[in-house]
């Protein structure tokens, strides 16, 4: 079974300054799609960023781009430029490219606190 | 466009009720999921439906039930209440196209925060 670890439970950073979020994952599988999720106080679930397995480039949307090392089974988010509204949960996620059913897996989650 | 709603947005039980938790997207997807997220879990797949009239297990199935009557429907069911299934409760709809650069994202509901006492 696909497992999603962040071993981070909480990080905080200044604001403007950048962090980056942690995220490993185990599957037996060669295609598949990874996905960064935030998560405000609000507990609307946003697609912050998106990775699909046989891409070997780094996706990136605005201030927000991942470190994909396949290989290692890694997939890491920085958030360059922190502001105050990135405060959330962030949750990382596995789901597997074939079978269009398939679940999202999800890591536990690491709160990050954007400190002014 | 609304995306994808729930209704209701909180919810308070007493052991053994039953309650409806109903899901709605207006954006013409195939798929749709019923998360659970507890502290410290994330968040787990309870059931989901891949087109009208069909549904499957996800992770968590056990005191659900679900129905898919409408395309843009997706009902999450609990027939007997139980305190372990305080929880906030998430619906979620996407497709699953690969040539859509959307393809293979899960688009969610505000949640639906419910104790069971």
């Known amino acids: 079974a696909q497992t999603v670890t962040q071993s981070q439970p909480e990080m905080s950073v200044q604001e403007a300054e950048t962090v980056t979020l942690s995220c490993t994952y185990d599957t037996s599988e060669s295609d598949y799609y990874l996905f960064w999720y935030k998560q405000p106080p609000s507990r609307q679930m946003i697609l912050v960023i998106r990775?699909?397995?046989?891409?070997?480039q780094n996706a990136t949307e605005n201030r927000f781009s991942v470190n994909f090392q396949k290989a290692a089974k890694s997939f890491s988010l920085k958030i360059s430029d922190s502001q105050l509204g990135d405060a959330a949960m962030y949750f990382c996620a596995y789901r597997r490219a074939q079978g269009g059913s398939e679940k999202l897996v999800f890591g536990k989650g690491t709160k990050l606190t954007v400190n002014p | 466009n609304a995306g994808v709603t729930q209704t209701p947005k909180f919810r308070v039980l007493k052991t053994g009720q039953s309650m409806t938790l109903l899901c709605a997207q207006d954006m013409n997807h195939e798929y749709m999921y019923w998360y659970r997220q507890d502290p410290g879990m994330g968040l787990r797949l309870i059931h989901y439906?891949?087109?009208?009239?069909?549904?499957a297990k996800g992770e968590v199935p056990d005191g659900y039930n679900v129905s898919r009557l409408k395309k843009q429907n997706f009902l999450l069911g609990l027939e007997s209440a139980a305190p372990s299934q305080t929880s906030v409760y998430f619906c979620?709809?996407?497709?699953?196209?690969?040539?859509?650069?959307?393809?293979?994202?899960?688009?969610f509901g505000p949640g639906t925060r419910l104790t069971v006492t």
């Open positions: 990775q699909e397995a046989y891409k070997q």
């Open positions: 979620a709809s996407g497709i699953s196209q690969r040539t859509s650069r959307r393809a293979h994202e899960q688009y």
């Open positions: 439906s891949v087109g009208e009239g069909t549904t």
